[in-house]
């Protein structure tokens, strides 16, 4: 009776260990097999804890640092564009330019052609608001919609803008070259521009876009991407978001979405498109025939070509902000990349220091990576570390991260961490070219 217990006793011992080993397993599994794995209510369980913001500053930022930042200087130029006569309201599609591609669009309202993922999505969420089509200002047709797969908007909003200039590529093409592992959580308004003009295509990435300047732009035939923050659900919290703009409705007063989470023809109010477009200062892609570029100059004015004059801008723009409202975490953070990109880094990190006193939502850090540059600038290296080091406890896939905290230990002299923080950032992007020339520099 007694070795009759204890095989039991032991084989009880082998089912817990066991038990704990795939739960264990479990946990270390990609989010994305969780996702196929793991039924939804248990989901939480698996993923780690993370905090509820972006960690703030250790010291509080004195007035006397944030006061000179607060002042505005001349007001904001108002961009120079072409003006366009009105268009007159109509259901109809607008007449794309000859550079387009000639498929003769339906005089009736089209229904979408959708690409559903091979395993389940997130979770279509109930904001999803169809737009109404018949009201119409400008519909762009020919966008060929797709829902994301995990973690993959970028490059399933990519592949939807250039589905309108032909390409029959697939979201899984793009993200090939843009995110190699699927678990990588950021791909870059550039990244994706690099991608399109390795098509053949023209490709422009500004900042401090506006809501006319997106109208304009749809009006003369082109979609426009923009970079957004996003809340889907309470549960998922804040996170960046791309989306693709095919046309507006003045009656309705909302522009007309490609939207790889909530579907096709997505009707966003104009007052929640800008709130969220903000969060990443108002960033914009315009893909475009070669054909188009001096039309597409003329829409979006002098700041085609002119950085410094787009981020003077950019500032006078967050600090009207600020003007309105000091507490704004947000503006304070647009003010920061756009000090940085003058060339003001000590600002910029002051900058920053206040947006994060003023609580950032967590995940912010995983699309702007401008605090990293300025800290990095004026010799901040702890600060870098330790912004990293609370980014991996919660996600490994990041790969600029790495490549961050690389150059916070060679700058101290750590060459060896370095090294290996380099190699680490590789093996998540292959294609990522600024931890390569990171590494080539410490090559003997």
């Not at 000179?68 to 001349?74: F, I, K, R, S, V």
């Not at 809340?231 to 791309?242: I, S």
Request: glycine share 6%.
């Amino acid at each position: 009776m007694g070795v009759r217990r204890k095989w039991i006793g032991f084989s009880l011992l082998v089912a817990f260990l066991s038990l704990g080993a795939i739960w264990e397993g479990l946990h270390r599994l990609p989010p994305r097999y969780v996702a196929r794995l793991v039924p939804e209510p248990l989901q939480p369980w698996f993923w780690p804890a993370h905090p509820k913001e972006v960690p703030t500053p250790m010291a509080t930022v004195s007035f006397e640092r944030l006061a000179p930042l607060l002042t505005p200087g001349a007001s904001r130029p108002s961009p120079t564009r072409t003006a366009l006569s009105s268009p007159t309201p109509s259901p109809s599609p607008s007449p794309a330019p000859a550079l387009l591609p000639t498929s003769t669009p339906s005089r009736s309202i089209p229904t979408p052609t959708i690409t559903r993922p091979a395993f389940p999505g997130p979770t279509q969420a109930a904001r999803n608001t169809p737009a109404a089509l018949d009201q119409a200002d400008v519909l762009l047709y020919g966008v060929r919609h797709a829902f994301q797969t995990w973690n993959n908007c970028g490059p399933a909003t990519l592949a939807m803008g250039l589905s309108f200039y032909g390409w029959r590529g697939t979201q899984r093409e793009a993200a090939a070259v843009l995110k190699p592992n699927p678990e990588d959580k950021n791909v870059s308004p550039e990244e994706m521009a690099a991608f399109a003009r390795s098509l053949g295509l023209g490709a422009r990435v500004r900042v401090n876009g506006d809501l006319e300047l997106l109208k304009q732009l749809l009006r003369a035939g082109f979609p426009v991407l923009i970079e957004t923050g996003f809340e889907p659900d309470p549960k998922q919290g804040w996170m960046g978001h791309y989306r693709l703009l095919i046309g507006y409705s003045e009656r309705a007063g909302q522009f007309i979405v490609m939207d790889s989470y909530m579907g096709p023809n997505q009707g966003v109010p104009y007052p929640e498109l800008d709130r969220y477009w903000r969060h990443f200062n108002r960033t914009y892609l315009v893909i475009y025939p070669p054909e188009a570029e001096g039309r597409l100059r003329e829409l979006i004015g002098p700041v085609w070509d002119d950085d410094r004059r787009m981020w003077e801008e950019t500032l006078a723009r967050a600090q009207e902000e600020l003007a309105a409202n000091p507490q704004d975490a947000f503006a304070w953070f647009n003010a920061g990349a756009a000090l940085f990109y003058l060339g003001r880094a000590e600002d910029a990190a002051t900058a920053f220091d206040q947006a994060r006193a003023l609580r950032l939502p967590w995940r912010v850090l995983w699309y702007r990576f401008e605090p990293f540059e300025a800290y990095l600038a004026v010799g901040r290296y702890a600060d870098v570390i330790a912004l990293v080091d609370a980014n991996l406890r919660v996600t490994p896939y990041v790969e600029e991260w790495y490549d961050y905290k690389g150059q916070a230990l060679l700058a101290l002299g750590d060459r060896e961490r370095a090294r290996a923080l380099f190699e680490r950032a590789l093996q998540f992007n292959p294609n990522f070219q600024a931890a390569r020339a990171h590494l080539a520099a410490l090559s003997p």
